[in-house]
């Protein structure tokens, strides 16, 4: 019994396949409404071969029809098809309608398009090459609809080489396209879904236009060869993936060129541990860089951040083991490091060498904290103010110089930095904050402009070969240190040489007991010497 129903369903199924209602130009038509004048192109009594033109009208009793679908099964094993052409008043492929035309080797699906059946063109064993012409409404496929672990066949067993992807697909029909090695997405795509080129392993280089604002999770996963990936300049942000802890956007894919265009918004980054990542271009529609953005990425040498950015997220280049340069271009506003109120990570092992600090730095933990590495800085004519701590403990400074830009020096901003032996403080700067230059060690001598009328406790504290100091002349009182018994501003300095241009204003005189101090000499500015002033100096002769 249920043999004979399956050969009874067979046969009522090649019947319903071959019914058609006239034949013109070697075409068979079935018609869809008779009052809206609409037909379809159906299989017929001949297998179609050769070049198939589908025209857009047709007359059949003196009547016009708008061919308006191509039916279910229409060429099916036509394996002689080998080329089709679909009019821009076809809105419907139907299912199975090219299964098995092995001899089909280029499809062009037309914007006027809404619907293609499942497995339209499975088993086109000859079909290379896809476009989906470009087009504002999203293009259904297959009846399984969107949804994890659905398949709809639409191009099972078909060699895809090359896909123009014209419009928004529901659902992807790429996934595992082994010999996919051109994808263009067109400007006119909004997202790309969940696999969408999943398996794809013979892809190398993907561009993503502006018009994407979603990637769904998993997108290019495994594809093995993706070396190239670049995101169009936009000004939206572009979502990655939707799992709250993992996106697996781009996991086993081997990216070493990354052209970042666009302000990403994700869970977890698709790029965090992308080892052989070595060249990524950041630009300049980007307003925010995202935590662990780029975390792992062991192969990047050189970063530059562009003005207009103006936050970067915690651990944002944390492990980084190959970074030795970063540019932060020159700009007005203050940039944001970090997001964590006690720790950022921001350039964690990182072995910076060569920094551009082209802008003002907000944080509540300095990223450059302790790069012991860091041998070459600039500070760029944007800058307004040296943050706190910003580069204590970069033991491999040896010499910075601190445009007319800046302001304030803040606190222990480079505490630390034993081998800094060159400092230059232009006239712009009224602050130097409490121990800015505490530990530098190898200083031997310092400049103190006019400009600054207040110096912080300790501020250079421990610089054990500091023996010249010039305090410039100038009229105003000079503040040294707030601490009502010690601000320890010179303690542990063994000053020789002191020009003291100015009066200066303290609770504890921070020349007091400098035994070194042989020669003093006192500008015609100063108005006034305050009590104990040279207390102690005993070699003062």
Known sequence: MKRCYSLLLAFITALTAMAYDFQVDGIYYSIRSSTGKTVSVTSGSDNYSGEIIIPEKVTYNATEYSVTEIGNYAFDGCSGLTSVIIPNSVTEIGGSAFYGCSGLTSVNIPNSVTEIGDYAFNGC????????????????????????????????????????????????????????????????????????????????????????????????????????LKIEDGESTLTLGSYTYFNDLFRDCPLETVYMGRTLSYSDSPFRNQTKLTSLTIGDKVTSIGNYAFDGCSGLTSVTIPNSVTSIGSSAFSGCTGL???????????????????????????????????????????????????????????????????????????????????????SSAFEGCTGLTSVTIPGSVTSIGESTFRGCSDLTSFTIPNSVTEIGDYAFNGCTGLTALKIEDGESTLTLGSNSYSNGLFRDCRLETVYMGRTLSYSYSPFEKQTKLKSLTIGDKVTSLSKSAFSGCSGLT
């Open 125 to 228: 064993a000859g079909l290379t090459t896809i476009k989906i012409e470009e087009g504002e409404s999203t293009l259904k496929l297959g009846n399984s609809g969107y949804n994890y672990g659905s398949s709809n066949g639409l191009f099972s067993d078909c060699p895809l080489e090359a896909v123009y992807m014209g419009r928004t697909l529901n659902y992807s029909p790429f996934k595992n396209q082994t010999k996919l090695t051109s994808l263009t997405i067109g400007d006119k795509v909004t997202s790309l879904g969940y696999d969408a080129f999943n398996g794809c392993s013979a892809l190398t280089s993907v561009a993503i236009p502006n018009s994407v604002t979603e990637i769904g999770n998993d997108a290019f996963y495994g594809c093995t060869s993706l070396t190239t």
């Open 324 to 410: 030795t340069t970063l540019k932060i271009e020159d700009g007005e506003s203050i940039l944001k490091l970090g997001n964590n109120s006690s720790f950022n990570g921001l350039f964690r092992d990182c072995p910076l060498e060569t920094v551009h600090m082209g802008r003002t730095l907000g944080y509540s933990d300095s990223p450059f904290c302790d790069q012991t590495k860091l041998i070459s800085l600039t500070i760029g004519d944007k800058v307004t103010e040296i943050g706190s701590s910003v580069f204590s403990g970069c033991s491999g400074l040896t010499s910075v110089v601190i445009p007319n830009s800046v302001t304030s020096i803040c």
